[in-house]
């Protein structure tokens, strides 16, 4: 599966957007996605995931109840919505799939995902 992310942009604090993960060679619905981001100088972090196994969804402690993970089966893509955003969310944000986890605890590893995107940029300044 190949994945494409976009979405990204620049954003003023307290700013939504909503980033898309596309996908073409097979269907999302066989995958768990989750996303990441990494902010300059800093190493890549999960973000949020959706499992396609129970539907289950896990979020980042500094994310939760800000962004929204959600799968559009009909159109193969994966967003996350982002609300209230800060200037600490600045990053190049990443989609990337695996195969569905059995242990909660793991959501977050990358090691967990096979197939990753390119990223795409969240900058949130005024």
């Known amino acids: 599966v190949q994945l494409q992310a976009s979405g990204g942009g620049l954003v003023q604090p307290g700013g939504s957007l909503r980033l898309s993960c596309v996908a073409s060679?097979?269907?999302?619905?066989?995958?768990?996605v989750g996303w990441f981001r990494q902010a300059p100088g800093m190493e890549r972090e999960a973000v949020a995931c959706t499992r396609n196994s129970d539907g289950g969804t896990f979020y980042g402690y500094d994310v939760k109840g800000r962004f929204t993970i959600s799968r559009d089966n009909a159109k193969n893509t994966v967003y996350l919505q982002m609300i209230s955003l800060k200037p600490e969310d600045t990053a190049v944000y990443y989609c990337a799939a695996g195969p569905p986890f059995y242990s909660d605890s793991v959501w977050g590893m990358e090691s967990e995902y096979e197939y990753w995107g390119r990223g795409t940029l969240v900058t949130v300044s005024s």
């Open positions: 060679g097979d269907t999302l619905d066989h995958y768990t």
